[in-house]
T-cell receptor, first 116, second 116 residues
Framework: ETGVTQSPTHLIKTRGQQVTLRCSSQ?????VSWYQQALGQGPQFIFQ???????GRGNFPPRFSGLQFPNYSSELNVNALELDDSALYLC???????????????FGPGTRLTVL | AQSVTQLDSQVPVFEEAPVELRCNYS??????LFWYVQYPNQGLQLLLK??????LVKGINGFEAEFNKSQTSFHLRKPSVHISDTAEYFC??????????????FGDGTTLTVKP
C-alpha cells in the first residue's frame, strides 16, 4: 500500500505567476483535502474533493482552484501568485464512506512553495 | 465555526521527564479531535484521535490524550520523553458528521524540545 505522495517537493516562483501542485492519494482513498501551512503556523484548510467534485472550501480566494481525477489524484492550482502564498502545501487523503472515515486523514510530505 | 488554542508555543523538557501539551477548542457542535506530529521538512503524522467512546485515547510512540468535554480540552501526555520526540505537535478538530468531515481546523502548534 503506497502512501500519499506530492510533487514537486520544492518550487520557486515569482509574483504574478501560476503554479500547479500535484497529489496522489493513498490507494483506495476517494477524498483529498488541501491545506496551506505558513511558516510558524498550523495548516489551514483550502478545499476538499470527493469523487471528483469540490466538497467544501475554506477562506481562500478563487485564484486557488483544484481538480480531482478519476483515479482520485488531485491538483491544486494557484493563479496570480502573491508573496503571502509562500508556504508548505499539504494534501491529505481519506476514505469518504462516512464522516468518521473521512476524518482519518493521511498526509503527504508537502510541497514547499516560495514566491519571490 | 470552530477554533483551536494550543496554550504553549514552546515546551522544553529533559529526556525521560513527563510532558503535557495543552489544547483547548471551541465549537458549537460535537467534534472529532486529533493530535499530529510534524518533524522538520516533513508532513503530518497522526499520533492519536478521539472519535467516540472512551475519553482516554492511546496513540503511537507512547502518547495518550484525554478528552474533557466540560472543559473543551484535549491535552496530550507522555510519561517519559525521548530525544527523538523533539518535533512540532498540532492539535486539530473537525465537526462530527458527514458535511464537514475531513475539513480540520488546526492550532498553531507546540514545539517540543527534549534536552539530554
Amino acid at each position: 500500500e503506497t502512501g500519499v505522495t506530492q510533487s514537486p517537493t520544492h518550487l520557486i516562483k515569482t509574483r504574478g505567476q501560476q503554479v500547479t501542485l500535484r497529489c496522489s492519494s493513498q490507494s483506495g482513498h476517494n477524498t483529498v483535502s488541501w491545506y496551506q501551512q505558513a511558516l510558524g503556523q498550523g495548516p489551514q484548510f483550502i478545499f476538499q474533493y470527493y469523487r471528483e467534485e469540490e466538497n467544501g472550501r475554506g477562506n481562500f480566494p478563487p485564484r486557488f482552484s483544484g481538480l480531482q481525477f478519476p483515479n482520485y489524484s488531485s491538483e491544486l492550482n494557484v493563479n496570480a501568485l502573491e508573496l503571502d502564498d509562500s508556504a508548505l502545501y499539504l494534501c491529505a487523503s481519506s476514505l469518504g464512506t462516512s464522516g468518521s472515515r473521512r476524518n482519518e486523514q493521511f498526509f503527504g510530505p508537502g510541497t514547499r512553495l516560495t514566491v519571490l | 465555526a470552530q477554533s483551536v488554542t494550543q496554550l504553549d508555543s514552546q515546551v522544553p523538557v529533559f529526556e525521560e521527564a513527563p510532558v503535557e501539551l495543552r489544547c483547548n477548542y471551541s465549537s458549537s457542535v460535537s467534534v472529532y479531535l486529533f493530535w499530529y506530529v510534524q518533524y522538520p521538512n516533513q508532513g503530518l503524522q497522526l499520533l492519536l484521535k478521539y472519535l467516540s467512546g472512551s475519553t482516554l485515547v492511546k496513540g503511537i510512540n507512547g502518547f495518550e490524550a484525554e478528552f474533557n468535554k466540560s472543559q473543551t480540552s484535549f491535552h496530550l501526555r507522555k510519561p517519559s520523553v525521548h530525544i527523538s520526540d523533539t518535533a512540532e505537535y498540532f492539535c486539530a478538530v473537525s465537526e462530527f458528521g458527514n458535511t464537514n468531515a475531513g475539513k480540520s481546523t488546526f492550532g498553531d502548534g507546540t514545539t517540543l524540545t527534549v534536552k539530554p
